[in-house]
Nanobody
């Protein structure tokens, strides 16, 4: 059974930075595409960034240039460095990847980490 755990969220002032971590146990991120999603209150979950198995990255327009997704296969961890945060970035951030043992067609998800940006 794969378990994904996100961490690193918290309360930060506008303009500040946070680094989120996504760690997997029971399987490896190596060779997998990994996504970071977020869900703000009253809004649908949206894809924020993804990193391919070879390190290619894609970002939603609203975070491009401010967020950086990276992976450390040795640590089986994917990171989301978030800079120049704004109140609009306030959301629960989720990590997602598909494993052979994932029980859902959408893959495995963590419990999320809360990010609150104050103005």
């Amino acid at each position: 059974q794969v378990r994904i755990v996100e961490s690193g969220g918290g309360l930060v002032q506008a303009g500040g930075s946070l680094r989120l971590s996504c760690a997997a146990s029971g399987s490896t991120f190596s060779g997998k595409l990994v996504n970071w999603y977020r869900q703000a209150p009253g809004k649908q979950r949206e894809l924020v960034a993804l990193i391919t198995r070879v390190g290619g990255t894609t970002y939603v327009d609203s975070v491009r240039g401010r967020f950086t997704i990276s992976r450390d296969n040795a640590k089986n961890t994917v990171y989301l460095q978030m800079n120049s945060l704004t109140p609009e970035d306030t959301a629960v951030y989720y990590c997602n990847a598909k494993f052979s043992s994932s029980s859902s067609p959408s893959g495995s998800w963590g419990q999320g980490t809360h990010v609150t940006v104050s103005s």
